[in-house]
Nanobody, 125 residues
Framework: QVQVVESGGGAVQAGGTTRLTCVVS????????VGWFRQAPGKEREWVAI???????EYAESVKGRFTISLDNAKNALSLQMNSLNFDDTATYYC???????????????????WGQGTQVTVSS
């Protein structure tokens, strides 16, 4: 059993910052992939940033240069620092994980098999 738990989020003003944290626990061996996805109302879930525990982070173009993920391998925790937020960043943010045998992580959300419950980020004026 693998548990994925997100925390953080909430309401933030446009141009502001916020930080999300995800903790992965349970029966998942290294290496594994962990990442952030988001889903706005009426839209398909999309990837934000992903990383393998033994690899380098990757970012969607829409957040590159504004968002940063940090992986604490000792705590199995992944944080998402979100800067320069805009209205298009409003969504439910999900953390996901999947065990892998090589440092490759797909950015297609259906490839991932462990999900958190999601946390809302709302950007307002």
């Amino acid at each position: 059993q693998v548990q994925v738990v997100e925390s953080g989020g909430g309401a933030v003003q446009a141009g502001g910052t916020t930080r999300l944290t995800c903790v992965v626990s349970g029966s998942i061996d290294r290496p594994y992939c962990v990442g952030w996805f988001r889903q706005a109302p009426g839209k398909e879930r999309e990837w934000v940033a992903i990383v393998a525990t033994n690899g380098d982070p990757e970012y969607a173009e829409s957040v590159k240069g504004r968002f940063t993920i940090s992986l604490d391998n000792a705590k199995n925790a992944l944080s998402l620092q979100m800067n320069s937020l805009n209205f298009d960043d409003t969504a439910t943010y999900y953390c996901a994980a999947r065990g892998v045998s090589a440092p490759y992580c797909s950015n297609y959300w259906k490839w991932w098999n462990y999900w958190g419950q999601g946390t809302q980020v709302t950007v307002s004026s």
